[in-house]
């Protein structure tokens, strides 16, 4: 008997490959990010290679973490690089006047960061300061990091001690140029751009700052003045937080919550498919072959920050709730892989909707890492797309999609993420397959008693990935049944 949900999978459409890149991160000069989060420096008791924490290493590496997006954020467009380079004694201490006035000492910068990419297995993808910088500052990293001329960057480099050049593809121009990065107009941050594209040289994928949101005409303004000059432009990006109250006053807590703020939350971060569908639209218009990417960089929860906590440096617990908006969030840039080329998650290491926090030399794995770590499966497959019907879960008059999925395919192996945004019902899914016959199936799950239960620090962890034992596949068919408020891979052999 069929389920009261239906996923057709078409395998034999699976022409578009999923970019790992999607599974990428953020870590800004914010909080605890980067200073304790990351680097402890060499002399710290907390394990550590060169100063960066060994535990947050491995946890990285077990989750495969493709990109990581630095040094903002707002940060990015108050950051002078040549601050952060040379002998750690002689780099000029500066205010963090974003996050909290603290001072910053310079100590991790961009021979640091390159540095941890390589020891994580990421690239590195490097936000320019477009908003109190300068085209010459801009050129100079670039060349400071990437040529492989004989220059005075280059020589300053290797002075510094690091010989060859690294490989650092992406490169953002400016962040938040509407706000923080400058409260610039799309008319004039686009021709701006324009002049940082223009010499900012080498085989770069450049990135500019695209919309807040559903800010439609900041990204029709600055594509349409951009058109003509392919080469200049290759990705540009988005901006959307999750804040479930629609309160910047008040965002409510990350774990202590009920139902309703669960619902609203779900219901919030579904936006985002509207999100990228609209903006895709309107890319369209300006290149239908899509050629520049949408690189959704800055996404998650945003809630309060946790009691008795600096509110400049946004640190949030995370719930089970945020692995359903991870999940949610996920399955929307797979299933628009045309288009969406990178996305990172703000922010990897005790800010905002962080897959790993720490205290201390203590370290806890979050629901949203388990998320992160259970798709990984997706990273460079093939989408296959998939056509759900499904029922509703409706609270106080609203109403959600019970069942969030998208589906791919690697290696003769077909994987499917399912969410149950349902914290009450399981629900049968019936999942009918064209194109290929598999023969069996496993499964993993993420779930936990309340749908507010999270990880802390010296406690067993409640939520993590557990088997899942599903159903053998038979005649193209599968029948799974979902429990309420989880997260799901099945995957087919
Ligand atoms: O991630 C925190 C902040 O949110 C970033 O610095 C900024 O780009 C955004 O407004």
């Not at 400049?312 to 399955?331: E, I, K, P, T």
């Amino acid at each position: 008997s069929w389920g009261q949900t239906k996923l057709t999978l078409h395998t034999e459409q699976s022409d578009t490959k999923i970019s790992k890149d999607i599974y990428g991160h953020f870590a800004e000069h914010l909080g605890h990010c980067i200073y304790g989060g990351i680097y402890v420096g060499e002399n710290s008791e907390i394990p550590n290679v060169r100063g960066f924490r060994d535990d947050v290493i491995g946890a990285l590496k077990e989750m495969k973490i493709p990109v990581l997006r630095w040094p903002g954020g707002c940060f990015a467009d108050t950051y002078h690089w040549k601050d952060g380079i040379g002998p750690r004694e002689n780099r000029p201490s500066i205010v963090n006047v974003n996050w909290g006035n603290v001072t910053e000492d310079n100590s991790f910068g961009t021979h640091e960061f390159l540095d941890f990419c390589e020891l994580i297995d990421a690239d590195a993808y490097i936000n320019i300061n477009v908003g109190s910088g300068t085209v010459q500052e801009a050129s100079e990293w670039v060349e400071y990091v990437t040529s492989s001329n004989l220059s005075p960057m280059t020589e300053l480099r290797k002075k510094n001690g690091r010989e060859e050049p690294w490989n650092v593809k992406y490169w953002g121009i400016g962040n938040e140029n509407w706000g923080c990065g400058g409260n610039m107009s799309p008319e004039y941050y686009a021709d701006l751009y324009k002049r940082f594209a223009t010499f900012t040289h080498g085989n770069l994928y450049k990135i500019a700052c695209g919309p807040s949101e559903g800010d439609y005409n900041w990204m029709d303004v600055v594509m349409q003045k951009t058109a003509s000059n392919w080469g200049l432009m290759q990705g540009i990006s988005l901006h959307k937080y999750t804040i479930q109250t629609r309160n910047w006053g008040n965002k409510g807590n990350a774990t202590g919550f009920g139902e309703k703020e669960w619902f609203e939350t779900l219901h919030e971060t579904l936006d985002m498919e509207t999100l990228v569908t609209r903006h895709s639209t309107i890319m369209d218009k300006y290149d239908p072959g899509k050629r520049v990417g949408l690189i959704v960089d800055e996404w998650g929860n945003w809630f309060n920050v946790e009691e008795g906590t600096n509110p400049g440096f946004l640190y949030q617990q995370n719930s089970l709730r945020d692995a359903l908006v991870a999940g949610v969030n996920l399955n929307i840039f797979n299933n628009h892989a045309d288009r969406v080329k990178m996305a990172n998650i703000a922010q990897m290491v005790n800010v905002l909707q962080a897959v790993i926090l720490t205290k201390g030399e203590e370290m806890v794995l979050t629901p949203t890492y388990y998320v992160f770590k259970m798709y990984n499966v997706h990273q460079d497959a093939n989408l296959v797309p998939a056509h759900i019907e499904t029922g509703k879960y409706s609270y106080e008059g609203k109403s959600v999609p019970k069942v969030h999925a998208s589906s791919s395919v690697k290696d003769g192996v077909l994987s499917v993420t399912l969410c149950n945004l349902d914290p009450n019902n399981s629900e049968q899914v019936e999942i009918v397959i064209y194109g290929n016959e598999y023969a069996s199936a496993t499964g993993q799950i993420i779930t936990a008693e309340q749908l507010n239960d999270y990880n802390d620090f010296g406690k067993n962890e409640n939520v993590s990935i557990k088997e899942f034992s599903v159903v053998q596949p038979k005649g193209g068919r599968l029948s799974v049944n979902l429990p309420s408020k989880s997260v799901v891979l099945v995957q087919l052999q």
